[in-house]
Nanobody, 124 residues
């Protein structure tokens, strides 16, 4: 059974930092692309970042480029999202997801497995 479990969310002041983790289990994810998405209240879910697990190549939404960094551990079972210089507009539920191909995708429909999400709240 595939499981994606996020952790690391919380409340932080504007300008602060958080590090999210996504622990993946149930299969080998080395041939997958792992992504982070977020959904703010009243808004659609949006792409944040992705990493192709076997190459480490990354892709970022323009709104987070230069502030967020996606990475993976050497065992390719955990994906991280380092978030710096957070702003109130970054407040959302952040979810990790697995896309069963070694290609970038920003489309939610391309991701087959999803975690339950973790809340990130940024106060001004």
């Amino acid at each position: 059974q595939v499981q994606l479990v996020e952790s690391g969310g919380g409340l932080v002041q504007a300008g602060g930092s958080l590090r999210l983790s996504c622990a993946a289990s149930g299969r080998t994810f080395s041939s997958y692309t792992m992504g982070w998405f977020r959904q703010a209240p009243g808004k659609e879910r949006e792409f944040v970042a992705s990493i192709i697990m076997n190459t480490g190549r990354t892709d970022y939404a323009d709104s987070v480029k230069g502030r967020f960094t996606i990475s993976r551990d050497n065992a390719k079972t955990t994906v991280y999202l380092e978030m710096n210089n957070l702003a109130p507009e970054d407040t959302a539920v952040y979810s990790c997801a697995a896309h069963p191909a070694s290609t970038w995708s920003r489309a939610t429909w391309a991701y087959k497995f999803w975690g339950q999400g973790t809340q990130v709240s940024v106060s001004s």
